[in-house]
């Protein structure tokens, strides 16, 4: 039965994810930065001047959406393997339980459930991002330039900075569910609904180099239709679905005295709306490997695993629909998981995201044409290093009930990061 359960999930959520795949986007998340200033970018309403200014943080804000992307392909799911496991005792011919402690929140022991057993769990996490390459989202220097085609050279000397606040906030729920095919193979699949909220405020100053003396060539129009140097430029928008379903197989390949070692592989199903930043738009593959030690109250881990990522239109253009290639992963982890007492077990973790040829940010300062400088950040590739660390708990109020509790804590300044991500939740072995 379990089997088909499981089987009927993927299979549905593939479909899902050619249906959405193939529909025409909308105005939706992903475009609220790129149509900001207005349909045709960053114009002046002068009608006998078309003045419209460039800059990298229109022209080529994709990136901060290949970020979000990227991002959504290693948001750290809560790990579906069981607090309770067990292994068959012959000398007893019974199940027991395998280890005392509870195991880790965010990620995996090498033990398995144990055969016909079955776990079902639901969690809740909140993460607002702030940085991206440690450059503060909520304060966000641009330089528009003019457009190079206009003859007179004072003209085009004139800039458009920008002071801009960006809100990224991503509530995850998280339903998942395991079970045991063998004593040493179990699958599991998370199903995450996501709520997905962006504002984007900015405030947009006329710097007048070339032309201080003439305020009637460039220049916004306020409220009242009355010339005015500052104008602010403001958007927002939220969304709510089904995120990138998740399917782990893993199986214990070795068991010794001192650790056992476990093979796995996660499939990740683009049912999210990638447009609506509910998924990542791409399907992924992540064979891992997760080595547990044998001791009696405290129990070391570590995890090692490659994420591999197809094609997102979040990673492309959005507005032709083109797909680009979402940045691949080393990801690896280490920590330890301690059973206190009876009812409650303590973990703690590094973890850490190798990313490869990724979209990021540089602070930087144009130079104006008078030798006045302005800030302004420029749009990179690199491969940033991205290191989080984990601290949490679990108790047992009754029975097999497990309620959960983790702070995932940034501890450097790469990638696109929210600096404290709670998570609560709650499962149940049977």
């Known amino acids: 039965m379990f089997r088909n359960l499981f089987a009927l999930i993927c299979l549905s959520s593939a479909a899902v994810a050619?249906?959405?795949?193939?529909?025409?986007?909308?105005?939706?998340?992903?475009?609220?930065?790129?149509?900001?200033?207005?349909?045709?970018?960053?114009?002046?309403?002068?009608?006998?001047?078309?003045?419209?200014?460039?800059?990298?943080?229109?022209?080529?804000?994709?990136?901060?959406?290949?970020?979000?992307?990227?991002?959504?392909?290693?948001?750290?799911?809560?790990?579906?393997?069981?607090?309770?496991?067990?292994?068959?005792?012959?000398?007893?011919g019974v199940y027991t339980r395998s280890a005392q402690s509870y195991g880790p929140v965010l990620t995996e022991r090498a033990e398995t459930i144990g055969k016909e057993k079955f776990y079902a769990g639901f969690s809740f996490q909140h993460f607002r991002f702030g940085t991206l390459d440690g450059v503060n989202l909520r304060n966000f220097n641009s330089v528009f330039r003019h457009t190079q085609s206009t003859p007179d050279p004072l003209i085009k000397e004139d800039l458009i900075t920008t002071n801009t606040f960006v809100d990224t906030q991503i509530d995850q729920a998280t339903a998942f569910f395991t079970y045991g095919l063998s004593d040493r193979i179990d699958v599991s699949v998370a199903l995450p609904f996501v709520n997905a909220n962006l504002a984007v405020v900015s405030n947009a100053t006329i710097q007048r180099i070339g032309t201080a003396n003439d305020p009637t060539i460039h220049f916004f129009l306020d409220s009242n239709g009355n010339p005015t140097n500052h104008?602010?430029?403001?958007?927002?928008?939220?969304?709510?679905?089904?995120?990138?379903?998740?399917?782990?197989?893993?199986?214990?390949?070795?068991?010794?005295?001192?650790?056992?070692?476990?093979?796995?592989?996660?499939?990740?199903?683009?049912?999210?709306?990638?447009?609506?930043?509910?998924?990542?738009?791409?399907?992924?593959?992540?064979?891992?490997?997760?080595?547990?030690?044998?001791?009696?109250?405290?129990?070391?881990?570590?995890?090692?695993?490659?994420?591999?990522?197809?094609?997102?239109?979040?990673?492309?253009?959005?507005?032709?629909?083109?797909?680009?290639?979402?940045?691949?992963?080393?990801?690896y982890a280490a920590g330890f998981d301690a059973g206190v007492n009876k009812r409650f077990s303590f973990a703690a973790d590094v973890l850490g995201q190798k990313v490869f040829h990724a979209q990021g940010i540089q602070p930087s300062t144009f130079t104006a044409a008078n030798g006045t400088q302005f800030a302004d950040n420029a749009f990179v590739r690199e491969n940033p290093n991205i290191t989080n660390g984990s601290?949490?708990?679990?108790?047992?109020?009754?029975?097999?009930?497990?309620?959960s509790f983790n702070v995932l804590i940034q501890l450097n300044d790469a990638g696109l990061r929210s600096r404290v991500v709670p998570l609560a939740g709650f499962s149940y072995t049977f």
């Not at 002046?44 to 003045?51: E, G, I, R, T």
């Not at 994709?62 to 750290?76: E, H, K, R, V, Y």
């Not at 650790?259 to 593959?285: E, H, I, K, M, Q």
Request: proline fraction near 9%.
């Open 391 to 403: 601290v949490g708990f679990k108790v047992n109020p009754i029975g097999t009930l497990l309620v």
């Open 18 to 92: 050619q249906a959405q795949s193939s529909a025409t986007p909308a105005a939706k998340l992903a475009f609220l930065i790129p149509k900001l200033f207005g349909p045709d970018g960053l114009t002046l309403p002068n009608p006998n001047h078309l003045a419209h200014f460039d800059s990298d943080f229109q022209a080529n804000f994709g990136p901060f959406n290949s970020a979000i992307g990227s991002q959504l392909t290693s948001l750290p799911l809560p790990s579906p393997a069981s607090g309770f496991t067990y292994t068959f005792d012959p000398a007893l």
């Open 231 to 331: 104008k602010q430029f403001s958007s927002s928008g939220a969304a709510s679905g089904l995120g990138d379903v998740l399917v782990r197989i893993k199986g214990t390949a070795l068991k010794t005295a001192p650790a056992w070692f476990a093979l796995g592989l996660d499939v990740r199903l683009p049912t999210g709306d990638a447009y609506n930043f509910l998924g990542s738009g791409a399907v992924g593959l992540k064979p891992f490997i997760a080595i547990s030690g044998r001791t009696k109250r405290v129990t070391p881990h570590v995890n090692l695993g490659y994420q591999w990522n197809d094609s997102s239109p979040l990673a492309g253009d959005i507005f032709t629909g083109t797909s680009g290639h979402l940045p691949n992963q080393f990801t």
